[in-house]
């Protein structure tokens, strides 16, 4: 196994991008994980804050982290299209140069907070892309309660994501960044991811977490999977629900010597 | 050199940060280093810089410690739809080398600042807002006029073209400014391009006569700009500006080959001010 450090120039974000990667030791036939940042970190913070390294050699898998700012890993309506990135440049460069699978059943993608919208809005709105969806921390962020119409806009994704008017912000209801909106679109017909998602229940968006869990579970024909535990927002909670959601993906008894305390 | 990657929290722009700082090995046991803040055109970041010219050779030549940010498309200014990046610049990157890099000289006289296009801006604004931080300041093809952006980039940047020549932001009228009365400027060094429009419009000229004989130093050169390799310019103006800045250690730039000057001429244009040059001849590289 090893890892990368990737720095590329994407025509479509039209910028200088950073991308860390850990490679099975066969990439083209082992899993793929898209794994997400949340807000305020960059691609180098997974690998920094949690153990996914050690995770991914125990399991076999790739994983490939990359930087997305403060974009909701969408398409922006003002700022960069990173959506389009990581749908389509990014998995482009990573199969041809790196080897790296294309097809659904080897790739998997989740995040934390930000990300962990990000994981289910993105697997959602291409279910032919992933079998697995991991959230962690998270849910539809358009329903958490610290996202108010009139509130202030920190990080952006009112006013530069979504490109509404911070104070009479259309949340609600839109097609592309209200998660039910994504999920009641979701074809029947198609093969669907199964959700994984995990949320501590002294996190500030366990409201959010379980309002989306109770969608995700009502939908007909959507593998779901819900868990909740001590913990909070933090990176104690996503060290052990990483590993979590790599034992729910691969549905054995692998157990790992706990080593992060709470 | 020592090449540091340093990752911390930008509080302005709300996100973890790249800062690369390249310290020379010449200069291991200087604790009052001289340094250079080295910004990046558009659509690059700090690594391009080390990837696609020789500035850490030429760093490490002339016994320079280098301080490279990552702006992304900001322009270097807290934009009016996107992030504050001026205020990354000019409080957060200042913070984290005066917190972490305690070699890096905080001398104003050992301090200097430079760029490439948008960095160029960049370089130019922090130092008119900063003048007594910097000993010298750089702008090679600087966007200095915001209105050749793409228009949806000026509106995202500045709100608009007539907003991107507000009073903090134009900087020909700030310069011509601080040039006609008795304000300490840094010395300025301008590296132009050929094609540059800059050259053809004498009133946008801030490098004019008023400035030489202000007393302040401006130094202009032109070199060629082939736009399929940017950075070939870049490289050049950066050995050119780190020459003029540090004269006493090993010449970087190469002057142009006499071969191409007329027989009678006698004028020393290795300075390559295009004053200086009585034919108007430009700089070739």
Redesign the interface.
């Known amino acids: 196994m090893s890892y990368l450090q990737l720095s590329l120039y994407s025509e479509t974000l039209r910028l200088e991008t950073n991308v860390q990667v850990i490679l099975a030791a066969d990439p083209a036939a082992s899993p793929c994980l898209l794994l997400l940042h949340g807000a305020s970190d960059n691609d180098t913070i997974w690998a920094r804050w949690t153990s996914i390294e050690r995770y991914a050699n125990r399991y076999g898998i790739s994983v490939v982290m990359p930087g997305a700012h403060l974009s909701a890993f969408a398409d922006m309506r003002r700022g960069p299209a990173y959506e389009t990135f990581l749908m389509r440049e990014l998995p482009e460069f990573l199969h041809r140069h790196l080897g790296l699978p294309t097809a659904r059943e080897l790739n998997l993608i989740a995040g934390l907070s930000m990300g962990g919208y990000g994981a289910l809005r993105l697997g959602l709105r291409h279910p032919e892309r992933f079998s697995a969806i991991g959230c962690f921390s998270s849910g539809n962020l358009l329903v958490a309660t610290g996202f108010i119409p009139g509130t202030s806009d920190p990080y952006g994704w009112i006013s530069l994501v979504m490109g509404e008017d911070i104070n009479n912000p259309a949340l609600a209801g839109n097609p592309d960044f209200d998660l039910f909106e994504i999920l009641a679109a979701l074809h029947a017909d198609a093969p669907l991811p199964r959700v994984y998602m995990a949320c501590g229940r002294d996190d500030f968006l366990l409201n959010c977490s379980r309002m989306t869990a109770e969608r995700l579970a009502a939908h007909p024909a959507l593998p779901f999977y819900y868990e909740e535990s001590h913990g909070a927002h933090d990176w104690n909670f996503w060290d052990r629900y990483v590993k979590h959601f790599l034992d729910w993906y691969t549905d054995t008894e692998k157990t790992l010597t706990e080593t992060t305390t709470d | 050199m020592a090449n540091i990657i340093f ?1 911390s ?1 930008s509080p302005a722009l ?5 800062l690369r700082v390249i310290l020379p090995d010449s200069r291991r046991n200087d604790t009052n280093l001289p340094w250079l803040l080295l910004l990046h055109g ?4 700090g ?2 810089w080390l990837r696609m010219t020789r500035a850490e050779y030429y760093a490490e030549a002339k016994g320079i410690a280098l301080v490279l940010p990552d702006g ?2 900001g322009y270097y200014t807290d934009m009016r ?3 504050k990046y001026y205020t990354y610049l000019s409080e957060d990157v200042e913070a984290d080398v005066l917190r972490n890099f305690p070699s890096l000289s905080r001398d104003p006289q050992r301090r200097y600042v430079a760029g490439f296009e948008i960095g160029g801006f960049g370089a130019l604004k922090y130092a008119l807002d900063f003048p007594d931080h910097f000993r010298a300041a750089g702008s090679f093809a600087g966007g200095l006029d915001p209105q050749s952006l793409d228009p949806d980039y000026c509106v ?1 940047t500045f709100g608009s073209y007539k907003q991107a020549w507000q009073a903090e932001n134009d900087l020909f009228n700030r310069l011509r400014t601080a040039l006609t009365d008795d304000t300490r400027l840094p010395d300025l060094y301008i590296s132009r391009r050929e094609q540059d429009y800059l050259y053809t419009v004498p009133d946008r000229d801030f490098a004019s006569d008023n400035a030489m004989t202000s007393g302040h130093t401006i130094k202009v050169s032109r070199f060629d700009f082939n736009s399929a390799d940017p950075w070939s310019f870049a490289d050049r103006s950066l050995a050119w500006f780190l020459d003029r800045i540090c004269p006493d250690r090993a010449q970087l730039f190469t002057p142009p080959a006499a071969a191409d000057c007329p027989d009678d001429c006698h004028t020393d244009c290795s300075d390559d001010s295009l004053a200086d040059c009585p034919t108007g001849k430009p700089t070739k590289e």
């Open positions: 990752h929290l709300h996100t973890q940060r790249r558009a659509g690059a970041d690594s391009r992304d498309n739809h996107g992030y995202l």
